[in-house]
């Protein structure tokens, strides 16, 4: 695995959740190194299914991760100082914001807020879900934990996600 570690800008843990855009995180791991950001890719386990998974290693340098690490064993990635996640699902949504932390990614995202990171959160939602009342309630009190939501489902609608440049300019923002 070819590692270019470029992290003038801090280590970037990258969520993906099991949705459309996930087949192009590639194209969001490319822009963040080229900012500045070593990347670590977090999916959840059936996210990695629409994941090129070589691919993604390849430009970040680390291992895809979907499952814990055996206990006692040293971690395999640098420590965290911004996040993303992107695209998000209605179910990793309101789990988060409930602090349900079933899976690798959503135990990370939990920790995350509990150091007070700076963390951006894209919601990739088809209208009919996007109605349910805990999908609302969600966002409020994740925006109120200080995530940056970028949800725009009138220019993005479902399968799309708000563009990866826009995510990263909000990262980059929020981790000044």
Known sequence: MSTIHSNE?????YAVCASPPAQQAQDFVRLAKEGGWDVCILATPRATKFMN??????L???PV????KTIGTADIWP???AMVIAPMTLNTTTKWAQGNADNLLLSQLCKGLGLGLPIVAAPCITDPYSRHSAFGRSLTLLRECGVHILYDPDNYPAPKVVPWEQILERLNQAAE
């Open 60 to 62: 970040s340098g680390h």
């Open 53 to 58: 998974i070589p691919v993604l290693e390849q």
């Open 9 to 13: 800008k801090g280590v970037l843990y």
């Open 65 to 68: 991760r979907s499952e814990y």
């Open 79 to 81: 420590k965290v100082t």
